[in-house]
């Protein structure tokens, strides 16, 4: 993805993502765009300018559950009915790229997670 803006290319620094709040208007990794804020949710506007026929929103949330804490990660894509250009997850390559990467991230957090233990 090619960044076109000062305020894109600095939004995949790790300083400029760890010094966010999440607000309204906040741009991460140059593709989310906080929409909705609650206390334990974030709601992503999925804004990609080179498949500007896709649109999409991305949740995420945590709920406290007795001593558990679950997280949810909800993702929606869509496209006009009418529009015939496939989504990025209809192309085999870019399934697999993303299966792989989800896999990635679920196996880390865990692993983050469990060091976290004493």
Avoid at 32 to 54: A, G, P, S
Avoid at 69 to 94: G, N, Q
Wanted: proline share 2%; hydrophobic share 40%.
């Amino acid at each position: 993805m090619a960044c076109k803006t000062q305020e894109e290319r600095d939004s995949f620094k790790r300083s400029h993502i760890a010094s966010l709040d999440f607000k309204e208007g906040d741009l991460v990794c140059g593709v989310y765009r906080v929409k909705v804020r609650q206390e334990n949710k974030v709601e992503f506007d999925i804004q990609m300018k080179t498949l500007d026929y896709v649109n999409g929103r991305l949740a995420i949330s945590c709920q406290e559950n007795g001593d558990m804490i679950i997280f949810r990660s909800e993702t929606v894509m869509w496209r006009k009915a009418d529009e015939s250009r496939k989504m990025p997850l209809e192309r085999p390559v870019l399934r697999w790229m993303h299966e792989t990467a989800a896999m990635w991230l679920v196996d880390s957090g865990v692993r983050y997670l469990m060091d976290l233990e004493t």
